[in-house]
């Protein structure tokens, strides 16, 4: 990372990807914070049937309080399954459309720059294989779109 004019950290030029830049890690400290207390409020609110635990409420919550740092939930190098799943599912939107496309502005980089640093990260971004395969399917809808994108480019 090296400051911008301001003084922040900006990622290196052409590598913004799916991996957080340290700029990021307060707000996502934050949104794994308020994630947890949201999810305190609906388990304290709803009854399921058959009733959760204090064990399995203690579960959510610590996979959605570490979703973005699973390693340091990992007992003896295994990241549990509740804690993949989340951080997985949280991670595929950086492979969605709405994201995807956002982030080509957010963070100044063009398309097909952003497609190729999003495939580039895939494989260390998710924990699970079944995240994996489906942010490489979600990849390859974004690779059409950027294709669409570069013809409609060319035409102008």
Known sequence: LEPDERGRDRPQPGRPG????R???????????LGQQVAQKILGKYPFQPPL????????????LF???PQELAAGGVI????????????LWSFTHPNFWQDTLRKGVKPDAYL??????????FVSEPGRQKARQLLERRGMEVEAWRSWIQRK
Do not use: F
Not at 23 to 33: E, Q, T, V
Not at 116 to 125: P, Q
């Open 67 to 69: 979703h973005d740092r």
């Open 53 to 64: 635990t204090s064990k399995q409420k203690e579960q959510i919550y610590q996979a959605i």
């Open 80 to 91: 549990p399954a509740s804690v993949k799943v989340v951080c997985d599912v949280d991670h």
């Open 18 to 21: 799916a991996q957080p830049v």
């Open 23 to 33: 700029d990021a890690i307060n707000p996502k400290a934050r949104h794994a914070l």
């Open 116 to 125: 190729e640093n999003l495939g580039k990260d895939l494989e260390s971004y």
